[in-house]
């Protein structure tokens, strides 16, 4: 892993909160009340459930199944990134309204979309469909954001120079995003996709088996083929399905994304050659293989020419690059208009639901979140009590990187979630076994990202200071005190975002279990989200789901963003 | 003799940032024009607007008001017919050389095997045959921008523009790519009708162009349009050329007007506030003390730029420093010590501070911002709070840098401190009377 401190800048926001979040957060309020009274008035027969076979054999085609879907959710999310992101970078209104959604959609918990998404599907579509529809959808939710985040941001940091440059030598919107957008982008897009797989993995347990209300669904899997194992406590097949879905993320890190960053290390910015490049001997396999030279020669080469050439000619430039604030046309203020009593007649009806909730589910909610919230700050300060010194110690010996960093990271990658009904039986028996498993789980999926930023962040410490430190005598504690933790303060802070919102994310799946028949649950707003939508419980599911996304955002701006501008401002080292 | 038609012309025009209450002009009522033929500098000090009326011309930015002509045809878009050399190269970096090159022909419309032979004629034009598959961050500072006078060349511009385009390269890179394109020029074999460039260093403007358009700042205006009819090659030490020089720094320094003027107001109070120029107490203590050691305490400015070894623009800001507080006069591109400049350079450290607070007390800005502080709860402000204040008169960056250099001189006076770890800036107790 290169240690590239600016790919983990983090989607922090760093604007005041507006009038649009406001406006943000009671439009998605009024959609999924929508979604969920359309779900309400549909009448469905009941569907036969697809029955798992635990057989090793049927495996292969259950890794296909999922490797597809995961696809499919990537593909579908690199278009909404590219798109969105451009959107948002290159125009001044509609980036005041992209930009609040993105942080609002981002501490959306995951599973909430489902009922919404899934029983809007099957109004249009019969059930089988719209199911791997909606696990498609859900796994996009869980790639989507920070990828988008990053094109956004790369986008909005090309230099002026470079910009100005391809305007006056003519560059085409093709040609632009060809030359300049995405070799600018590529490296955090990559990274960012590593990331948004990982995620993929983790929620693909919950995107190929799940119920709402009377109704669940299968779908043939390797989540499903997991959950089911564990389930059934048939230990040999979930030995199989861990070794295959190993063999998967393996084979991916080593034929899709090394390759990758060893393509893309070309697309580095800076002007000096750097020390160790990322290197994979996949890339350099195929790079000197005659085959794939005579493709690229012959095949992809001319193609490519003749795609320029065709849109070059379709397509003019636009005349000047600035970013124009045109006026607002009357369509714009119609639409407006329109958009704002839609917007009031939903908010009222959905308030009116909101209302209509008893007290009793209001305490649940609040305890949820109070309960949640501590465990979100437990699995954090875990985390960063071991990520620290480990981060610190590989970042800072470039041997120990050299070898173990492909292993973190493949271990990073691996699903927490597959494991979890292994260790939710494990626990079970102590006191509090689920809620130390609950913990664990928003562990295991969210220490990563601390260990990645704080890798960087060491290995970023200037040679000069160490040796001044060193010269004065300053050992042990003080070391740490004066050097090493101010240092790194800016990497754990940018990890610590990304992990706690990841944590939030985590307790749907980590604190509402149903097993065998009975259920496990923990006090916590995700148990009650989980619950709510095993139930039906559309009313509860609302108010649960909006208030978690109250609570992230909100920490988001009042705790995460103000101590990421310390960060910045005075911590960061340039 | 036929008449030389005229290539460019710019038509009263404005430029504004910013909206409502907070707008600022970047350049006011431009109105200039080019002829076929001609080589031409556009000179001032930062922050004149120069690269702004470079890229309204390019036709990259669109101006506020007024029109930009181009063979009397009225610029809707960038200008197909122009090009710019920029000061940061702005080469892809991820594309290798001949690459960079030959992309401004691809998107025209160029095919293949024509781009890469025009590419390598032109590499080989500027000197860098064998260069072809390097990648830019291969390159030094110079090459890489001859690199981009390649592919500037590639599109065959009938109007050249250069922006800055020697300065972020090292004194030697920088002769010989001006030799070079001099040679470019005059020789007459490249399709180049017109060359405009944008600088701030007046030697390499007086080496290189037949007409001078000088700007001034606050807001960006045209000074004054000088010929420079010196036949190539032009030597440095001729006296005609020195002649050029010191008539070109009298021009842009010192242009000394009423007292009530030149202080300008304080902010909020209508009129225009000056803008303090962003220059370090010590560099302007060493610029005095030098001042002191010339025979009659005077000093052409020209010669002090060579003396000092200092760039011409940061100059420039000292002399303008030393003049707003009353430490020296300028006239005619002379700069000479004032008495009090000179009971300042005599003074040890402590009386040198307390010259220097009673000066500075004058200015509108900081009789402003020791007010507000005297009038505040405990003498303490936020620097958002002043920031915010400022930006009713500047843009927020440079409303920054203005708080920025005020914290600065006013921590070296003793008059105020700012404390980082809250962002508070406050009254030094012996202001608190």
């Known amino acids: 892993m290169a240690s590239d401190p600016a790919l983990f800048r983090t989607n922090v926001p760093q604007r005041r909160a507006t009038f649009a979040d406001g406006i943000i957060l009671l439009t998605l309020g009024v959609l999924f009340y929508a979604g969920l009274s359309l779900a309400r008035s549909i009448v469905r027969p009941p569907v036969a459930v697809e029955q798992i076979s635990l057989a090793p054999g049927a495996l292969p085609l259950y890794t296909l199944y999922s490797v597809s879907r995961m696809l499919a959710a990537y593909i579908l999310a690199l278009a909404f990134t590219l798109s969105y992101g451009r959107l948002a970078a290159y125009n001044r209104r509609a980036e005041k309204v992209l930009l609040p959604l993105l942080d609002v959609l981002q501490s959306v918990p995951i599973l909430s979309f489902l009922p919404v998404v899934l029983l809007s599907l099957t109004a ?165 293989a005659r085959i794939a030279q005579w493709l690229e020669r012959r095949i992809a080469a001319p193609l490519l020419e003749w795609v320029d050439a065709t849109l070059i000619r379709r397509r003019q430039m636009e005349p000047f690059v600035e970013i124009a604030e045109d006026r607002p046309g009357a369509s714009f203020y119609l639409a407006t208009v329109i958009g704002a009593g839609i917007l009031i007649y939903g908010g009222y009806r959905t308030g009116l639901t909101l209302i209509q909730l008893p007290v009793n589910d209001w305490l649940t909610i609040l305890g949820g979140v109070l309960a949640t919230m501590l465990r979100v700050f437990i699995s954090l300060v875990i985390a960063m009590l071991w990520t620290i010194p480990v981060g610190y110690a590989i970042g800072s010996n470039p041997r120990l990187a050299g070898w173990l960093q492909p292993v973190v990271q493949i271990v990073a990658s691996l699903p927490a979630t597959a494991l979890f009904p292994l260790l939710v039986a494990a626990l079970a028996s102590l006191y509090g076994g689920l809620n130390l498993s609950a913990v664990l789980l928003m562990l295991m999926g969210t220490q990563w990202y601390l260990l990645f930023n704080i890798i960087a962040g060491a290995a970023a410490i200037p040679q000069d200071l160490k040796y001044t430190s060193a010269l004065l005598g300053v050992r042990g504690w003080e070391r740490w005190r004066t050097l090493i933790l101010p240092a790194l303060f800016p990497f754990i802070i940018t990890g610590a975002i990304t992990a706690s919102g990841g944590a939030w994310n985590a307790s749907i799946v980590a604190e509402y279990l149903q097993a065998g028949g009975k259920t496990l649950s923990v006090t916590g707003i995700g148990s009650v989200i989980a619950s709510a939508t095993a139930g039906g419980e559309l009313q509860l599911l609302l108010a649960s789901t909006l208030s978690m996304i109250l609570t992230v955002v909100l920490i988001n701006r009042l705790i995460w963003r103000r101590l990421y501008r310390i960060a910045e401002e005075r911590f960061r080292m340039e | 003799m036929a008449v030389t038609p005229t290539l460019l012309e710019v038509r009263s025009v404005n430029q504004l940032y910013g909206s409502g209450e907070r707008r600022f002009t970047a350049v006011q009522n431009i109105n200039f024009s080019m002829k076929e033929g001609e080589f031409v500098a556009l000179v001032g000090p930062s922050g004149c607007g120069k690269s702004t009326l470079l890229r309204i011309i390019t036709g990259l930015n669109k101006p506020t008001s007024g029109v930009v002509l181009y063979r009397d045809n009225v610029l809707t878009g960038v200008n197909p017919h122009a090009t710019i050399v920029f000061q940061t190269f702005a080469l892809f970096p991820w594309l290798t050389v001949q690459r960079n090159v030959e992309l401004a022909l691809k998107v025209r419309g160029v095919p293949a095997e024509e781009r890469t032979e025009r590419a390598v004629a032109l590499l080989d034009k500027v000197g860098l045959d064998g260069f072809e598959n390097a990648y830019p961050r291969e390159l030094s500072g110079g090459m890489r921008q001859k690199v981009g006078f390649a592919r500037a060349m590639a599109v065959e511009p009938e109007l050249l523009c250069l922006d800055e385009p020697f300065s972020a390269l090292d004194v030697l890179s920088a002769e010989a790519l001006r030799g070079e394109l001099l040679e470019l020029w005059t020789a007459g074999d490249i399709p180049t009708k017109a060359i405009l460039m944008v600088t701030h260093n007046i030697e390499e403007a007086i080496t290189l162009v037949d007409r001078i358009v000088v700007m001034g700042k606050d807001p960006g205006h045209i000074v004054a349009d000088l010929m420079v009819d010196l036949p190539h090659p032009r030597h440095r030490k001729s006296p005609e050329f020195i002649a050029k020089v010191d008539l070109l720094y009298a021009t842009l320094a010192g242009q000394t007007q009423l007292e009530q003027i030149e202080m300008g107001t304080a902010p909020g109070e209508p009129g225009h506030t000056r803008a303090l120029p962003n220059v370090q107490v010590a560099n302007l203590a060493g610029l005095l003390e030098a001042l002191a050691e010339k025979p009659g305490d005077r000093a052409d400015i020209y010669q002090l730029v060579e003396e000092l070894k200092v760039d011409s623009d940061h100059l420039l800001l000292l002399t303008e420093a030393a003049e707003l507080l009353g430490f020296a006069t300028i006239a005619q591109g002379d700069i000479s010590l004032t008495a009090l400049g000179q009971t300042f350079v005599d003074a040890s450290i402590l009386v040198r501070k307390e010259i220097f607070a009673t000066r500075i007390r004058r200015l509108p800005m900081f009789r402003w911002l020791l007010n507000m502080l005297g009038r505040a709860d405990t003498h303490m402000l936020e620097w958002d709070v002043i920031q915010s204040a400022l930006e009713l008169e500047f843009l927020p960056e440079e409303a920054e840098k203005q708080i920025d250099i005020a914290v600065n001189w006013g921590r070296y006076a003793e008059l105020v401190a700012y404390d980082d770890s809250n962002g508070k800036i406050y009254l030094e107790e012996a202001e608190m009377k």
């Open chain 1, 124 to 288: 249009v579509m019969p059930q089988t469909i719209a199911a791997e529809l909606a696990s498609v959808v859900l796994i996009f939710t869980s790639q989507a954001w920070n990828m988008t985040f990053a094109w956004y941001q790369s986008l909005t940091t090309i230099p002026k120079e470079l910009r100005e440059a391809s305007a006056i030598f003519r560059l085409n919107t093709w040609m632009r995003f060809k030359t300049l957008e995405l070799p600018f982008a590529a490296i955090p897009l990559i990274w960012n996709s590593m990331m948004s797989w990982a995620g993929g993995w983790f929620f693909l347990m919950a995107a190929e088996i799940f119920s709402v209300g009377q109704e669940s669904f299968k779908l043939p899997g390797l989540g499903a083929y997991l959950q089911t194992a564990a389930l059934q406590g048939d230990f040999k097949a979930l030995g199989w399905g861990l070794g295959i879905l190993i063999f998967v993320i393996v084979i991916m890190d080593q034929w899709v994304w090394r390759p990758l960053l060893a393509w893309a290390d070309r697309f580095k910015l800076e002007m000096v050659e750097s020390d160790n490049p990322p290197a994979s001997w996949f890339y350099d396999l195929m790079r000197n």
